[in-house]
């Protein structure tokens, strides 16, 4: 019983890690390259229109920076995936 238990329990935790990686990616799609890209494209076409931004410095890393940071919660997420050594 014990024999079957260990890769049970080992399959258990790797599915854990897979779904919070998945949650990560999926947040990722819907938050930086939902909202993030819409933002981007917004500001790529009225400053090509205007030749100027209207949006400060200051405001879109406000708004920005957040989005950016779901990158790195997918990468924090798969690197804490990996099995101990």
Known sequence: M?????????????ADRH??????MD???RVYFG???ALLHRLLIV??????????PAKFAE???????TIMAVRDAGR?????P
Do not use: N
Request: with cysteine; charged share 30%; aromatic share 4%.
């Open 2 to 14: 014990i024999e079957l238990h260990r890769p049970l329990k080992s399959a258990v935790r790797i």
């Open 19 to 24: 779904q919070v990686v998945t949650k990560a």
């Open 27 to 29: 947040i990722r799609e």
């Open 35 to 37: 909202d993030g890209e």
């Open 47 to 56: 400053g090509s229109e205007t030749g100027e931004f209207d949006i400060t």
């Open 63 to 69: 708004t920005f920076l957040p989005e950016l940071a």
């Open 80 to 84: 804490d995936c990996r099995p101990p």
